[in-house]
């Protein structure tokens, strides 16, 4: 009993340390940014600040909610009721930690519409815009780290619970699953690995570095483009509780649709047409005077979107139009 309580104390305790330096990374990110006017320019000391401290935030998050699921009553009693292996909690981690990161993202993309898109379609500028760019290019690479883990709980099959080894009715010993390397973890996913890759390196450095002083209009839409991620993790999370077919699930699954495609799918061309107007172009004339550069990231950005739409949009019509087998006598 007296190793228990202390067991408890101790992660308790974790808790504390973990939800104090949680809160305090994410007020220390807005105190950098607080002060300043809409049209300021983060600079390299302040954006680097802010990328360490959005490490802190999503890392210190990520382990918040592991604890608390995996080393407390109230988490056990939640894995016990849905039945639950550390892997699949670390799963629905990762996926609460990024509908938080796409709260803030979206968040930081009404902001920059409301001001960039309302003025100067091609030169008005918010500082959120560079600012998040900054404290949220730490999230893509954060969470390369985040679903690797997951993966190794899954592959591995391991549980806070279980031992290393598993016992065989010989008596002999059985070696657990070795674990996966991290090249191996990228040979598993590389579309979403080249997404992260791609929007937290290339997407940073052409909103604080590239855009050669144009306005962050186009910006603000793809932080938009995160609106569908809460609805993408609930889906998630929901199949990992075994809730596939419960009408939450299918409501959720309407939304994320719905979302995905006008947010993911149709932001990026009503972009295009937004540009056209305001150069006085057709739309066609519009993108085919954009630089090379800016067309070949237009296709990067957009066509895992309409992969990945295609994957939900077969998986939706198999849960709705799947044939009830017919009862014989």
Not at 151 to 161: G, I, L
Not at 197 to 224: E, K, Q, S, T
Request: a positive charge; one cysteine or more.
């Amino acid at each position: 009993m007296e190793i228990a309580s202390a067991k408890a104390r101790h992660h308790r305790v974790v808790l504390c340390v973990l939800g104090a330096s949680n809160l305090a990374s994410l007020l220390a990110a807005l105190h950098l940014v607080i002060h300043l006017n809409p049209e300021d320019k983060i600079s390299i000391k302040r954006g680097t600040a802010l990328t360490l401290l959005g490490f802190v935030y999503f890392m210190t998050l990520f382990e918040l909610f592991n604890v608390a699921a995996l080393f407390t009553s109230l988490g056990a009693r939640f894995r016990h009721k849905f039945r639950l292996s550390s892997g699949d909690v670390l799963d629905i981690t990762n996926k609460l930690v990024s509908a938080v990161q796409a709260a803030f993202s979206c968040a930081t993309g009404v902001v920059v519409c409301l001001w960039s898109c309302t003025r100067d379609l091609m030169r008005s500028s918010h500082y959120i815009s560079e600012a998040y760019a900054w404290f949220g290019a730490a999230y893509f690479f954060y969470d390369i780290w985040s679903m690797y883990m997951v993966h190794v709980h899954m592959t591995t099959n391991s549980n806070s619970t279980q031992s290393t080894k598993k016992s065989l009715p010989s008596g002999d010993a059985l070696e657990s699953p070795k674990k996966p390397s991290f090249f191996a973890y990228c040979k598993h996913e590389p579309v979403i690995l080249m997404h992260h890759l791609f929007i937290g390196a290339f997407g940073f450095l052409v909103i604080v570095y590239f855009r050669g002083g144009l306005g962050d209009c186009v910006f603000g839409f793809v932080y938009l483009m995160e609106l569908s991620t809460p609805f993408v993790s609930l889906r998630g999370i929901l199949s990992r509780l075994q809730l596939k077919k419960s009408p939450v699930y299918v409501y959720n699954g309407l939304a994320m649709l719905a979302t995905f495609l006008v947010c993911r799918v149709l932001s990026l061309p009503y972009v295009c047409l937004l540009y056209s107007r305001a150069a006085s172009m057709t739309y066609f004339e519009a993108i085919k005077s954009l630089p090379t550069g800016c067309k070949v990231s237009i296709c990067i950005l957009l066509l895992p979107q309409i992969y990945w739409f295609y994957l939900m949009s077969a998986g939706a019509l198999k849960l709705f139009f799947q044939r009830v087998p017919v009862k014989r006598s």
